[in-house]
């Protein structure tokens, strides 16, 4: 089965303070994980996701995730938190190898995140 | 500029009247989805469609139906029978020959309220 963790329902850092939302994941093969943000009352929104290749992904508003085969996980980082980060963030997962649930993804419950200035 | 439409933004409902609730794309992707949000529970997958005229039900498919009879339309109906309808709803759609690696694309959500 496949399944995304995100430890903590909130997440409270100050502004310019390095961020970490955690993610872990479970998935029968190789994963393809994603991460996206959901301000109030809106649609979510694309951040980054990591299919193959360097552990460390890229992504939007100079966010980043690490890739952790060994820890199945997936953490959300930034050097220097906004007060515009403030936000829900949602981990996802997708199993490429299981032709079924193709473009399915699951996702994780989500977790808020507070920058206070 | 291309992206998706959800319409209504908020709808209030009675117990008992069924719903539908809009979502467009002009984005030529051929997969859409409808997600169900509520507080502290992520997102719940409701239907999907993969191609034109076919469908499959996700986890949370009970009191629900959809049709796509178009690519760029997959709207939802909320009937009668789904006993807790009050929720935010998400469409969303990918690039499904872009295979499992595409990311999903939402829509700005419905807030249905039964009253």
């Known amino acids: 089965a496949q399944s995304v963790a995100q430890p903590e329902d909130q997440v409270n850092v100050a502004e310019g303070n390095p961020l970490t939302v955690k993610c872990t994941y479970s998935v029968s093969g190789n994963p393809y994980l994603f991460w996206y943000v959901q301000y109030p009352n809106r649609g979510l929104q694309f951040l980054l996701k990591?299919?193959?290749?360097?552990?460390l992904v890229k992504g939007s508003y100079g966010f980043e995730a690490e890739f952790n085969k060994s820890q199945t996980s997936f953490h959300l980082k930034k050097p220097s938190a906004l007060v515009s980060d403030s936000a829900l963030y949602f981990c996802?997962?997708?199993?490429?190898?299981?032709?079924?649930?193709?473009?399915?993804?699951?996702f994780g419950r989500g977790t808020q995140l507070t920058v206070w200035p | 500029d291309g992206g998706i439409t959800q319409s209504p933004k908020y709808l209030f409902r009675k117990e008992g009247q069924n719903v539908t609730l809009s979502c467009e794309q002009n984005l030529n992707h051929d997969a859409m989805y409808w997600y169900r949000q509520d507080p502290g529970q992520g997102l719940r997958l409701i239907y999907y469609s993969q191609i034109v005229n076919d469908f499959q039900k996700g986890d949370i498919a009970e009191g629900y139906s959809v049709s796509r009879e178009k690519k760029e339309s997959f709207p939802l109906t909320v009937t009668s029978a789904q006993k807790n309808p009050t929720a935010f709803y998400l469409c969303?759609?990918?690039?499904?020959?872009?295979?499992?690696?595409?990311?999903?694309?939402f829509g700005e959500g419905s807030r249905l309220t039964v009253l």
């Open positions: 969303a759609s990918s690039y499904g020959r872009g295979g499992p690696s595409g990311e999903l694309f």
């Open positions: 990591y299919i193959t290749g360097d552990n």
């Open positions: 996802a997962v997708r199993d490429p190898d299981r032709g079924s649930t193709l473009g399915r993804l699951y």
